[in-house]
């Protein structure tokens, strides 16, 4: 008994020992493929991370090279190829030198309480249309037309005990009228060569820049006939042309938004050489009387600015777009009078600002 309980303990011992190497065969085996899994799920990661880099420098690249704009960025902002549009607009012409007559009272010893009778333009329609190439690498050349003409007519008449000073004509002769009449026209065409070019900001935004050349041919005409008082059927005509050759600088930013559409602003600066001819006539007595006609010939420079703001849907092939937008045109706008009735040839000419400013909708196509 006492030999075999040595034994049997020592057997245990063994036993033992047998089991817990086991136990821990089975547990570093356990952990074994818990680390290949976790070793597996991190050779997956970091292939999907470096596969997410490669595409994400291969955008950088195209970003780079304007190479965004194919197929396969789904034409965000525009697609290479042939583009042709059409745009109507609604557009009004402002300026100040429209004044025709004063109506006043006799409130005054020279010119009593009254108002200025300026002739007012309206909303009308015009149209402009373009016609460009994109190249893959984002550069853009294209040809725009635009064409709006506009005209307004307006009255006055004399109130009751009351006068109406014209405030057109030479103050040597005629000053008061029992009625006046005021006419005006606009005939506005604009030709513009350009080049674009597309600048990603990122997949959702982007930025052009645009420089060319414009040409432009603007004529304005006023009319003014008074009648009554100082006048038997005097008229006074004034028309204003100018042809204009400068170049255009501008810049466009667009921001996409989801199912095609995307927000849009843009400005520009215009610096024309203009040339201008400006022509005075005023007649009576229906145009039997001669009293002043004149013409002036002269250079100077145009400058203009323009902004736009709006929203636009395309696809594919077809695009809709609209907004509002304004332009002005410095001292294209001129009024022209004698100020004088002792020094006859007292000559006065002013220049000032036209603005136009207005809706408009376009629709494209891509071809």
Request: aromatic content about 12%; hydrophobic content about 40%.
């Amino acid at each position: 008994m006492r030999i075999l309980r040595p034994l049997s303990v020592a057997f245990l011992v063994v036993t033992g020992l047998v089991s817990l190497d086991s136990l821990r065969a089975d547990e570093i085996a356990r952990r074994s493929a818990m680390d290949l899994a976790a070793w597996n799920r991190h050779v997956e990661r970091t292939d999907l991370l470096e596969s997410e880099v490669t595409e994400l420098r291969q955008r950088l690249d195209d970003v780079g090279s304007g190479k965004i704009l194919g197929e396969e960025a789904g034409c965000d902002f525009v697609c290479p190829g042939w583009n042709a549009s059409v745009e109507y607009l609604n557009w009004r012409l402002r300026r100040r030198g429209l004044d025709f007559a004063i109506t006043t009272d006799v409130t005054s010893l020279t010119v009593g309480a009254g108002d200025v009778q300026n002739l007012t333009f309206g909303r009308d329609s015009g149209v402009r249309t373009g016609l460009s190439y994109t190249t893959t690498a984002g550069w853009e050349i294209g040809f725009g037309y635009t064409h709006f003409d506009t005209q307004a007519t307006d009255s006055a008449v004399e109130p009751t005990g009351g006068n109406l000073w014209a405030t057109r004509s030479h103050p040597d002769g005629n000053e008061e009228a029992l009625t006046a009449d005021a006419f005006g026209t606009l005939d506005y065409d604009l030709f513009d060569l350009e080049v674009r070019r597309w600048f990603p900001v990122n997949r959702f935004a982007a930025v052009q820049l645009l420089g060319g050349l414009r040409w432009s041919d603007i004529n304005q005409g006023l009319r003014y006939e008074y009648n009554g008082r100082d006048f038997a059927n005097g008229a006074i005509d004034n028309p204003v042309s100018m042809q204009g050759f400068g170049v255009r600088l501008g810049a466009a930013g667009y921001w996409q938004l989801p199912r095609g559409f995307s927000l849009f602003a843009r400005g520009a600066g215009t610096l024309s050489y203009g040339k201008f001819q400006m022509r005075l006539l005023e007649t009576n007595l229906a145009g039997a009387d001669t009293i002043v006609d004149v013409t002036d010939e002269y250079q100077q420079a145009v400058p203009a600015l323009e902004a736009a703001v709006g929203a636009s849907w395309r696809d594919e092939r077809f695009e809709f777009s609209g907004g509002y937008e304004l332009t002005n045109w410095f001292n294209l706008a001129d009024r022209t009078m004698f100020v004088d009735n002792v020094h006859e040839g007292a000559y006065s000419p002013d220049s000032m600002d036209l603005l136009l400013d207005g809706f408009f909708v376009r629709g494209g196509m891509m071809f």
